[in-house]
Nanobody
Framework: QVQLVESGGGSVQDGGSLRLSCAASAMRLSDYCMGWFRQVTGKERKGVAVINRYGFTNYDDSVKGRFTVTRDNGKNTLTLQMNSLKPEDTAMYYC?????????????????WGQGTQVTVSS
């Protein structure tokens, strides 16, 4: 059964950086389009970044220029480098996967989800 496990969350100051990782198992990462989503309690889960099977990326406007998503198919790992963090980036962050060449920032595209890792940015 496909499993996604996020790590790397934590608490940082405004302007700080964090690096999130997503370890995938029971799947070959190279066969999947991958994404990162985030959710604040009581609000809708929103797409942050996606990376397709060919390495092309797309970002939500709110994180462009600050976040970078990468994939290491050899290690079956997805990463989200987050720089210049702001208090409004505070959320639970989720890794997601779909067996497809392409995907979008919409939640409905994705079939598999991790349990999430909390990111808190204080001012």
């Amino acid at each position: 059964q496909v499993q996604l496990v996020e790590s790397g969350g934590g608490s940082v100051q405004d302007g700080g950086s964090l690096r999130l990782s997503c370890a995938a198992s029971a799947m070959r990462l190279s066969d999947y389009c991958m994404g990162w989503f985030r959710q604040v309690t009581g609000k809708e889960r929103k797409g942050v970044a996606v990376i397709n099977r060919y390495g092309f990326t797309n970002y939500d406007d709110s994180v462009k220029g600050r976040f970078t998503v990468t994939r290491d198919n050899g290690k079956n790992t997805l990463t989200l480098q987050m720089n210049s963090l702001k208090p409004e980036d505070t959320a639970m962050y989720y890794c997601a996967a779909v067996r497809a060449n392409f995907c979008h920032l919409g939640r409905a595209d994705f079939a598999y989800w991790g349990q999430g890792t909390q990111v808190t940015v204080s001012s």
